[in-house]
């Protein structure tokens, strides 16, 4: 068999014609018909020629034949020589004895040089110019006895070669028939596969199918159930009590009526058509009998003494779905509810309001009329149908605020109890009864605020509700605010007020939002009226009318100082700017009135000591208080320091006026000055025996004035304290200047020392 050889590289011819080998030369085939191992290589690997004479190259490089080969010329031993001899061994090889090396192409020959210029031999040859025919024998020599060993080879391997040709066909026979066993499988699997696709089609073909059924099965149950009218609903409809069932199967009765409304498809369905008649007349006879249950309970709620609100929460909540059922299947009927509901409470609510106002009217204790006012004089009468004033003996506690405070502290409390509270006598001012009345109001808008979203689903059905109530309530307060003169009162009431908003905003109730806000509406202008009258009265007050010869404070004051406490008390937690601006007015007025009152003293000290007096009976009654009584409290302060500075002066004048006139003309002078004449000691002598001889009797007699002209015992003893040290201050001025007169040490005997009037004025201070 031939191999395809390609055309040879100009290398590969240029060694050939060297070599004397033939490139079209097909491969030997030994004497047993076989190919020699060389030509079958060739013949596997379908080399061409150019590749074939590269690897003829390298295996003759690396073959024994130039093991010895050392770059100088490559001549052989002599039994290298002997085994070589290709004139014994291979004669019929014969190379050209001339080669005409014109016909050989050099095209590429510089490359395939450049490439094999590292081998040893032809490095040698290009690089000694030896004479290639001698090579080329060398090398052909060399070939043969390659050759030539290659076929002793073979020979000896022949019986093994023969061998493995046979395993070799066995195990072709074994692999034809496992091929053909195999093919068989291959077969049947192919088979299987295909039955298995089949019945994978077919299972998906059925499980659509399935799901289909089962669409049309949930729909065609769906339908029949919803338009299938069982027998104990007809029953439980038409002739049942309305009870839990019944509610159970009008709850049934609405969803078919939805469905048969919602699915366009039932209305074609001739199924539908038969038992539709039954379901609307099972409708109307639903309606008539939940108007009928309704009407009947609302009645319920007109009874007298009927618990509005345990009805609600035990009945009309527990039967919800009745008047739901009205609203999704019966407007009119719905409405009609409504409106009788509407009615009911209306009227119910009023009424009850009316009656509870009433009873409250006749708890009332009233506090302040018309005439009393801060600035009108005290007549200490009553009229003869003037109303009882038990717990008020004093007259002056009217513009107390006093425990009145305690309504503020109740303010979460129950409402009162009239009929309870009439049984044990007891009476209310009107903020405990305005705090019950809306407190009352309060629970019962909460709770049907609560029961209408609840019930109906909207708020707006309370606003109707509460109209009549809120009307009775307007109607009370118009007739009993324009009587109320009770400024205190007023704005417990505006506190309170406050306080209800804050109670409904934490129970996230907004219904009496605009009810709160126009309650507030209505106190503020009335007790600006009332505190406005308060003022006028002591802007107005006839000074002589109200005068007393007595230097005690004035009831007049009393009851501005209450008064003030008492706003002042109500505004600590609130901040009132308003009403802070309000007392300001009222405090410049007060003391413009004061100043009048004390100016109708005839001697310039009562009129001093009347001032202290007011003064420090108005810090008392706010120190009272126990609040910081802020602008107020610090310009009455200021005019108790300036009023007790000028009374200390009055009383040491009273009792040591020579002294005090000599030390604060003459004790600031120096003894040796030239412009002024010097003290002498004829000038001093006279004091200080008149303060030696007299000084603790003085003191004695200062003590008791101060005692019988202060009410305050303790505002009293402290001026006595401030008295006695500014004496002590002019006494020791007074020895000072004694000290630098010229020969008065004679009267150092009769000085009293600074030690022993210490001792008394730490004496009158014990008492204090």
Not at 227 to 245: A, C, F, K, Q, Y
Not at 583 to 606: I, N, P, T
């Amino acid at each position: 068999m031939a191999a395809s050889i390609a055309s040879p590289s100009p290398l590969s011819k240029f060694v050939a014609q060297h070599l004397g080998v033939h490139m079209d030369e097909t491969p030997q085939i030994g004497g047993d018909g076989e190919l020699d191992a060389t030509g079958a290589e060739d013949a596997k690997k379908q080399l061409s020629a150019e590749e074939y004479a590269q690897v003829a190259l390298e295996q003759l490089f690396l073959s024994p034949l130039f093991a010895s080969a050392n770059g100088s010329t490559g001549s052989l031993t002599e039994a290298e020589q002997q085994a070589a001899d290709l004139n014994v061994t291979a004669g019929d090889l014969t190379f050209a004895e001339d080669i005409d090396s014109d016909g050989v192409a050099l095209e590429g020959l510089q490359e395939e040089l450049e490439q094999f210029q590292s081998q040893q031999v032809v490095a040698s040859i290009l690089g000694k110019g030896s004479e290639l025919r001698e090579y080329a024998r060398d090398v052909e020599e060399k070939l043969r006895q390659v050759e030539l060993e290659s076929i002793q080879d073979y020979i000896k391997e022949s019986d093994n070669l023969v061998s493995l040709h046979g395993q070799i066909r066995d195990c072709d026979s074994i692999l034809t028939q496992m091929e053909t066993l195999l093919g068989g499988f291959q077969a049947d699997l192919g088979l299987i596969s295909s039955e298995i696709k089949s019945l994978q089609e077919q299972s998906m073909s059925m499980g659509l199918k399935l799901k289909n059924r089962k669409v049309a099965e949930l729909k065609l149950s769906r339908f029949i159930e919803e338009i299938i009218i069982p027998p104990n609903m007809v029953d439980t409809i038409l002739d049942g009590e309305v009870n839990e069932e019944y509610v159970r199967n009008l709850q049934l009765l609405s969803r078919k009526l939805n469905f048969i409304a919602d699915e366009q498809i039932a209305k074609s369905s001739l199924a539908l058509k038969d038992v539709e008649p039954e379901i609307e007349r099972l409708r109307l006879k639903a309606l008539s009998k939940g108007r009928e249950f309704m009407m009947q309970k609302l009645n319920a709620l007109k009874k007298p003494k009927t618990n509005i609100q345990i009805l609600q929460q035990n009945v009309l909540l527990k039967y919800k779905y009745v008047a739901t059922f009205l609203f999704e299947h019966g407007k009119e009927v719905y409405h009609e509810v409504r409106i009788a509901y509407v009615d009911t409470m209306n009227k119910v609510l009023s009424a009850y309001f009316r009656t509870y106002i009433q009873a409250l009217e006749k708890l009332q204790l009233d506090i302040a009329t018309t005439n009393d006012l801060i600035g009108i004089e005290d007549t200490r009468a009553s009229g003869l149908f003037s109303r009882a004033r038990e717990p008020f003996k004093n007259r002056s506690a009217v513009f107390a605020v006093g425990i009145r405070t305690s309504v503020l502290k109740e303010i979460d409390q129950p409402a009162l109890i009239p009929h309870i509270a009439e049984a044990s006598g007891t009476k209310y001012p009107y903020e405990a009864l305005f705090r019950s009345l809306q407190k009352l109001l309060m629970d019962t808008a909460t709770s049907e605020y609560l029961f209408c979203l609840n019930f109906f689903g909207e708020d707006a059905i309370f606003y109707e509700i509460f109209a009549g109530p809120f009307g009775v309530i307007d109607e009370h307060f118009a007739a009993v605010l324009p009587d109320n003169f009770d400024a205190i009162g007023l704005m417990l009431m505006i506190r309170i007020t406050h306080q209800h908003q804050l109670i409904m905003s934490r129970r996230r109730v907004p219904c009496l939002d605009s009810y709160l806000d126009k309650v507030n509406i209505m106190l503020w202008p009335r007790f600006k009226m009332v505190f406005d009258m308060h003022l006028s009265s002591v802007r107005t007050a006839n000074v002589r009318t109200l005068w007393e010869d007595d230097v005690h404070p004035h009831y007049v004051m009393r009851r501005y100082a209450e008064f003030a406490a008492s706003l002042l008390q109500l505004n600590v937690d609130y901040g009132d700017g308003q009403l802070e601006a309000n007392l300001d007015r009222l405090r410049v007025a007060a003391d413009d009135l004061l100043v009048k009152l004390a100016r109708l003293f005839h001697q310039q000290k009562q009129q001093t000591i009347f001032l202290i007096n007011n003064y420090d009976m108005v810090l008392a009654v706010v120190k009272e208080v126990g609040i910081d009584g802020g602008k107020t409290q610090q310009q009455f302060e200021e005019l108790l320091k300036s009023s007790t500075t000028v009374f200390v002066e009055e009383l040491l004048l009273e009792h040591f006026q020579k002294l005090i006139r000599f030390v604060k003309t003459r004790a600031g002078e120096e003894a040796s000055s030239n412009t002024a004449q010097p003290v002498t000691v004829e000038e001093v002598v006279p004091l200080v025996k008149d303060f030696a001889g007299r000084w603790k009797g003085a003191i004695e007699l200062m003590h008791k004035d101060v005692i019988t002209s202060f009410s305050n015992f303790l505002c009293g003893m402290e001026i006595l304290r401030a008295a006695l040290t500014q004496l002590l201050l002019y006494y020791t001025r007074l020895c000072d200047c004694i000290k630098r007169v010229e020969g008065a040490a004679a009267l150092n005997k009769d000085l009293v020392s600074i030690s022993s009037i210490m001792y008394e004025i730490k004496k009158y201070s014990r008492t204090f």
